[in-house]
């Protein structure tokens, strides 16, 4: 996140709930992105959700 991008935030929601805001958002992206043996069922972790969806569908006959 820029620095201008964090100040116009700070000015429209208070620095203190940015400040949480941003504290819970890391922590939740390092339990979705570096928790071993889960990142199979995190659409985050996806890369190419579309494909997988297309070859089931084609599975299945539709």
């Known amino acids: 996140m820029r620095v201008d991008e964090v100040e116009t935030l700070a000015t429209?929601?208070?620095?203190?709930?940015?400040?949480?805001?941003?504290?819970?958002?890391?922590?939740?992206?390092?339990?979705?992105?570096?928790?071993?043996?889960?990142h199979f069922f995190y659409p985050e972790n996806w890369y190419s959700v579309h494909g997988f969806i297309r070859h089931c569908l084609r599975l299945s006959g539709l």
Do not use: C, K, Y
């Open 12 to 38: 429209r929601i208070g620095r203190t709930h940015l400040r949480q805001r941003l504290g819970l958002e890391g922590d939740h992206e390092v339990f979705v992105l570096h928790r071993p043996g889960a």
